[in-house]
């Protein structure tokens, strides 16, 4: 019983690992992305060229045609707020995650309440945009929470057993 459980941790920890290795994938790609933005006519140029090139070898394109019509729109909303959001929310990632990859214990409650803020601000943008991407960011962050209180108590178990 008491290997069964053991491997079981371990298994959990592994997800757990996962789980936060993409959440600092994830930071350095919103990382990109703030700073792309503040870019954004160098951005807009390229996409815009890509674009042309894909409808002048199919005018029919459905994924070139929308996107042309959408690129401008997303483009004139985006600006200093999105970018300082973006690098501002990557940074505070990468930055939980160096915490909680070198088993820092002020980090894992941390990451919890950040985490349900993200989340929080995930179904407000919910609210407005319905979209099914942060339906499903929100669940990830859900388990990322709750993998992250697992190892949280676990951590302390551990460490309070060893001293």
Same mark, same amino acid.
């Given at each position: 019983?008491?290997?069964?459980?053991?491997?079981?941790?371990?298994?959990? *920890? /592994?997800?757990?690992?996962?789980?936060?290795?993409?959440?600092?994938?994830? &930071?350095?790609?919103?990382?990109? &992305?703030?700073?792309?933005?503040?870019?954004? &006519?160098?951005?807009? /140029?390229?996409? *815009?060229?890509?674009?042309?090139?894909?409808?002048?070898?199919?005018?029919?394109?459905?994924?070139?045609?929308?996107?042309? *019509?959408?690129?401008?729109?997303?483009?004139?909303?985006?600006?200093?707020?999105?970018?300082?959001?973006?690098?501002?929310?990557?940074?505070?990632?990468?930055?939980?995650?160096? &915490?909680?990859?070198?088993?820092?214990?002020?980090?894992?409650?941390?990451?919890?309440?950040?985490?349900?803020?993200?989340?929080?601000?995930?179904?407000? /943008?919910?609210? %407005?945009?319905?979209?099914?991407?942060?339906?499903?960011?929100?669940?990830?962050?859900?388990?990322?929470?709750?993998?992250?209180?697992?190892? %949280? /108590?676990?951590?302390?178990?551990? *460490?309070?057993?060893?001293?």
């Amino acid at each position: 019983m008491a290997q069964e459980e053991t491997q079981r941790e371990k298994t959990i *920890h /592994r997800v757990f690992v996962w789980g936060i290795w993409l959440k600092a994938f994830d &930071g350095v790609v919103e990382i990109l &992305g703030g700073v792309a933005l503040l870019f954004n &006519g160098a951005l807009a /140029r390229v996409a *815009h060229t890509l674009i042309l090139n894909e409808l002048v070898e199919d005018p029919h394109d459905l994924i070139a045609t929308h996107l042309q *019509h959408a690129l401008p729109a997303l483009l004139a909303q985006s600006g200093w707020f999105a970018s300082l959001y973006l690098f501002t929310h990557g940074a505070i990632k990468l930055f939980l995650v160096q &915490g909680l990859l070198r088993d820092k214990l002020w980090a894992y409650p941390t990451a919890i309440v950040v985490f349900f803020a993200f989340i929080a601000y995930q179904l407000y /943008r919910y609210s %407005y945009t319905h979209s099914v991407f942060l339906l499903i960011l929100t669940v990830f962050d859900l388990v990322v929470i709750w993998l992250t209180w697992h190892e %949280y /108590r676990y951590f302390k178990k551990y *460490h309070a057993f060893a001293q």
